[in-house]
Each structure stands twice: as structure tokens, then as C-alpha cells.
């Protein structure tokens, strides 16, 4: 069986895996795969799970909240702010769903913050508009 190694990267750490048989995962036009001496190719995944199965053992999934993928010389890298790693798909998509809420909450968060920030912004050029108009 012919097989290829898998560079896990994200920002705290890099994880190798070597012999593994196949990858399925999903970009932005569905789901593909990948087997060993696949051409060099490059995409972004999307929020999800992919998989991939080392040699023979069941299949590992892997959560990404998006990633670059790159497949070169028989190795596929893939880069991402973090993932999780899993055989279980059940424990796996519970923490793919933990993480989607807590991320979406933080952006619901950030949005608010900058939302109050612009009008605060809009508020001062207000005011010094009206200041250096009343100087006149």
C-alpha cells in the first residue's frame, strides 16, 4: 500500500503523521479526496470535519474551524489557528459543535464591541465639527 505523510500545523504546535493511506476533506466545491502521489495541489477547507485513515486503522477525524491544505512530493500540510483530533466521530462533532457556539459568540462579541466603538468615533467627530463650527 502506498501511502504519504500528513503535517498537521496549527498556532501552537505541528504534529506529523506518517503512512497514511487517504484524506477526505471539503473545500469550497465539496468534498474530495486524496491518495498518495496525488498532483500538487492547493486549497482552503472549509468549518468542518475531515478524515484520514493511517495505513489500515479506522479512520481519524480531524475538526478545523477552516485550514490551508497543501499537497506536495507526497506530503500534505495542512495549516489552521487550531484543530482537534479524534478517532470517535460522536466525541469529535460534540467538540466541532462546542467550538462553533464559542467561537460565533465570541464574533456576536466583537462585533458589538467594534459596533460601539464606531459610534463613539462618529460621536467625537461629531462634537469637534460642531465645536469648530460654533468658534466662527
Not at 462618529?122 to 469648530?132: P, Y
Amino acid at each position: 500500500m502506498k501511502t504519504f505523510t500528513l503535517v498537521l500545523q496549527d498556532a501552537t504546535h505541528t504534529q506529523r503523521i506518517e503512512q497514511v493511506a487517504s484524506f477526505a476533506g471539503e473545500d469550497d466545491t465539496g468534498s474530495f479526496g486524496i491518495l498518495a502521489n496525488h498532483a500538487r495541489m492547493m486549497t482552503s477547507l472549509v468549518f468542518g470535519l475531515a478524515r484520514f485513515r493511517v495505513r489500515e486503522n479506522p479512520w481519524q477525524y480531524l475538526a478545523l474551524p477552516g485550514a490551508a491544505l497543501y499537497f506536495n512530493d507526497n506530503e500534505l500540510s495542512i495549516s489552521t489557528r487550531r484543530y482537534l483530533l479524534d478517532t470517535d466521530y460522536e466525541r469529535i462533532s460534540s467538540g466541532l459543535q462546542e467550538q462553533l457556539l464559542a467561537e460565533e459568540q465570541e464574533l456576536q462579541q466583537l462585533k458589538k464591541s467594534l459596533h460601539r466603538m464606531e459610534e463613539e468615533v462618529l460621536r467625537r467627530l461629531w462634537e469637534m465639527g460642531h465645536d469648530s463650527g460654533l468658534a466662527q
